[in-house]
Nanobody
Framework: EVQLHACGGGLVQAGGSLRLSCAAS????????IGWFRQAPGMQREGVSC????????RYADSVKGRFTIGRDSAKDTFYLQMNNLEPGDTAVYYC??????????????????WGQGTQLTVSS
């Protein structure tokens, strides 16, 4: 069974940094895509960043480009979202998700069919 577990959220001050982690297990396909999404209070869920294990390509939402970095940790099927220069607008519940329609690298929510629990990030101003 495919399982995703997101962790690493917390409370940080504006300008600070935090690293989220997504541990994936039970994957049967060699290649897949990992996406990070977030949902702020009263807002629609939006794609933040994603990565393809097949190509190594990544995508970032304009709002986080240059501040956030997605990548793979040394552990198998473990991914991170490094968040730097955090802003109060980054406050949201962050979700880790996966899909297997490679090489379709997208921040659209539709193809992602496996989701982890959310982890809360709060950025104080």
């Amino acid at each position: 069974e495919v399982q995703l577990h997101a962790c690493g959220g917390g409370l940080v001050q504006a300008g600070g940094s935090l690293r989220l982690s997504c541990a994936a297990s039970g994957f049967t396909f060699a290649d897949y895509n990992i996406g990070w999404f977030r949902q702020a209070p009263g807002m629609q869920r939006e794609g933040v960043s994603c990565i393809s294990t097949e190509t190594g390509r990544t995508r970032y939402a304009d709002s986080v480009k240059g501040r956030f970095t997605i990548g793979r940790d040394s552990a198998k099927d473990t991914f991170y979202l490094q968040m730097n220069n955090l802003e109060p607008g980054d406050t949201a519940v962050y979700y880790c998700a996966a899909h297997w329609i490679t090489p379709y690298l997208t921040l659209e929510e539709r193809p992602y069919d496996s989701w982890g629990q959310g982890t809360q990030l709060t950025v104080s101003s």
